[in-house]
């Protein structure tokens, strides 16, 4: 193996340790985070298949579209996505901070909490016991353990901070801290100060935690792991620090102003309206910052995506980053978003945020980890290959159909003479393309669990776990 | 400045959470603070001023019904805001008529507020009073029955129970209703 370049920039990073990690908790939050994936797929596959044939299971009042819906996004954004990336940082905060994990016995003591969270939610959310606030459907009680998990991830990661042997911190750690405390906020705003206001307040509230759940919550945990895993993955050096920090300390003061552009002529303060506009224009600039940063990285080694299958994963997720962070800004602005708001271009968008940049993420540090952790080889290179290709084009037939679609939904609804049904009838091959599209993405889900499981199962065979 | 953070794990976190306050705090808190309009619920008896009427609290029936709109889900593609644009008045509107755009006062007692992010079906603001109380049976039981091509799900369980039907139906008519929109007072019941 050539020696680490990456580790050159990676300043004060475990080079020649000694230190034996055991990640038994990284192991357990990315294999049930994987089973979540495959699960919570053949939802999202089931309500995609009910906009094509809408009678599809129709008459079981647990299985309606009202009922699934919040299941696949709750079960995708906390069950797979979220405890992937909890994974993916017990893996990497300890290594970048040069000391074992602070304890891996509350680690696993918080993998078996958010497994009881995520099979809770299953139930409560099929019953109907949803509290009406998008992304924040689960009942009080879930949130509370929610809380109660995030809390003990949080004193083993900042614990484990604390004990470093390295002074200086990587960009990956700021970004996990970041995550870390803000996701309390933004989590505890959007669950419980709701509770007790109404109306247009209350609506304020919840789309500041709908934005800041994926641009405080996903966005810093996932590029906590671009950080790593783009140099690590490559064996390059990042291009530079400064544009990391510029990146950082812009994504903490500009991204929690823009939660009212979600609700942009509606019925809200106007300035509220023109404020939230003016910063999410803003957000370019950590966007920017982030994606040169990371293109910068790959100058001269852009050869290695011919091979290399956690590194197409990543730099394909920082192309849909680039592209999901234009399409943001660009539609709260007041003449994009008459047209394309409330309309299929927004689940689009949000795929390809959720989906497109942050899944592929968390995918590659999850092919480059589990070789590791489980101190052996994975199993398929060839499935891994297709696992990419198969989300990629799936992913690309599902945004792109999705954006076009609901780019001319919206033109026509701002047609008043076309009836409203004419406007449903037309998006009909859309969602025909978006459900085959589906298809595609879940083959590459069940290549994906396929191949860790395989490797999983393989060194178990061979020395335990 | 803040490349004290690269060493400081203190001073990195007490930066981050006073940068993300700033505008957490201004954004959340302050708003409601600086327009009245978003607490005071709606009330006009002047019809120089626009549609005359009053919000009034919902009764315990509607407030069953509004359960059972959260419960199944109907918001996730049924947004309840007639923005400002021509096309929303025009869409909310009725038997010629131009709907009222939407405004805060008219929400002052929702919770959860059922705003809406995604149009699947069409926009719920001003429904009340528009169709009676047999066609929402109709169109509950199977909406394709009523609007061929409709992708709406069937919802024969609510049919079935006849006081959840007519709590659903008894919500449903309030909505848009504080203004006093339609001329000649034409809503269905």
């Not at chain 1, 982030?290 to 990285?297: D, G, K, P, S």
């Not at chain 2, 001003?126 to 709406?152: A, E, F, I």
């Amino acid at each position: 193996m050539p020696e680490d370049k990456s580790l050159q920039s990676v300043a004060a990073t475990p080079l020649r340790t000694t230190v034996v990690h055991s990640d038994a908790t990284a192991k357990w939050f990315v294999v049930s985070s994987i089973a979540y994936f495959f699960i919570v797929g053949i939802i999202a596959l089931t309500i995609a298949a009910k906009f094509v044939w809408p009678e599809l299971l129709g008459t079981v009042s647990y299985l309606t579209y009202g009922r699934l819906r919040p299941l696949h996004v709750n079960g995708m954004l906390f069950g797979w996505l979220l405890a992937c990336d909890m994974g993916l940082t017990y893996y990497l905060v300890p290594r970048l901070c040069g000391v074992k994990l602070y304890s891996e016995k509350l680690g696993l003591a918080t993998a078996i909490l958010w497994n009881i969270i995520i099979l809770s939610a299953v139930v409560s959310l099929l019953a109907g016991w949803n509290k009406g606030w998008e992304y924040a459907e689960l009942p009080v009680w879930v949130g509370v353990m929610v809380v109660i998990a995030w809390v003990m991830f949080g004193i083993n990661i900042f614990a484990t901070i604390g004990m470093r042997k390295y002074q200086q911190m990587y960009v990956s750690l700021w970004y996990v801290m970041g995550s870390i405390l803000w996701t309390a906020f933004v989590y505890l705003t959007g669950n419980f100060a709701v509770e007790f206001t109404t109306g247009v307040n209350q609506a304020n509230l919840n789309w500041m935690y709908i934005h800041n759940a994926v641009g405080l919550i996903f966005t810093p945990i996932g590029l906590a792991a671009a950080y790593y895993f783009i140099p690590k993955a490559s064996n390059t050096p990042l291009y530079s620090h400064k544009l990391s920090m510029i990146g950082f300390w812009s994504l903490a003061f500009v991204y929690v102003w823009t939660g009212a552009h979600h609700m942009l002529h509606g019925p809200i303060s106007q300035w509220l309206q023109t404020i939230a506009i003016t910063f999410s224009l803003m957000l370019l600039i950590p966007v920017w910052a982030v994606v040169y940063n990371f293109f910068a990285t790959m100058k001269g080694q852009w050869q290695q995506l011919r091979e290399n299958v956690p590194l197409k994963f990543l730099m394909s997720g920082v192309v849909f980053y680039l592209l999901t962070c234009f399409q943001g800004p660009m539609h709260s602005l007041r003449s994009v978003n008459a047209i394309v708001s409330k309309t299929d271009w927004i689940p689009g968008h949000a795929h390809m945020a959720l989906l497109g940049c942050f899944s592929f993420f968390a995918i590659a540090g999850t092919y480059y980890i589990v070789p590791r952790i489980f101190k052996t080889k994975l199993h398929s290179e060839a499935l891994a290959n297709w696992n990419f290709w198969l989300m990629m084009i799936g992913g690309l037939g599902f945004f792109v159909t999705l954006w076009l679609g609901g780019f001319w939904q919206g033109w026509q609804w701002n047609n008043p003479a076309i009836p409203f049904i004419d406007t449903v009838k037309a998006l009909k091959p859309i969602w025909t393309v978006r459900f085959f599209s589906g298809v595609l993405i879940f083959c590459g889900i069940v290549a994906f669990a396929y191949n860790i499981m395989a490797t999983a199962v393989n060194a178990n065979l061979e020395g335990g776990l | 400045m803040l490349s004290k953070a690269d060493n400081s794990a203190t001073f990195a976190v007490v930066a981050a959470l006073v940068l993300f306050f700033i505008g957490g705090i201004l954004t959340t808190v302050v708003p409601p603070l600086v327009d009245k309009s978003w607490a005071r619920p709606f009330e006009n008896n002047d019809p120089a001023k626009g549609p005359t009427g009053k919000l009034l609290p919902l009764n315990e029936q509607q407030l069953h019904g509004r359960a059972i709109y959260v419960r199944e889900g109907c918001w996730y593609c049924h947004t309840q805001q007639t923005r400002t644009l021509l096309a929303d008045t025009k869409r909310s509107g009725w038997k010629g008529v131009d709907s009222p755009i939407s405004t805060p006062d008219e929400f002052v007692y929702d919770t959860p507020h059922m705003f809406g992010t995604k149009r699947t079906g069409p926009d719920l603001s001003r429904v009340g009073g528009k169709y009676d109380t047999q066609w929402h049976r109709t169109h509950l039981r199977n909406p394709r029955d009523l609007v061929p091509g409709s992708v709406m799900p069937p919802f024969p369980w609510i049919v079935n129970d006849e006081t959840e039907f007519k709590s659903l139906v008894a919500y449903l008519q309030t909505l848009g209703r504080a203004k006093n929109w339609r001329p000649d007072n034409d809503y269905e019941r």
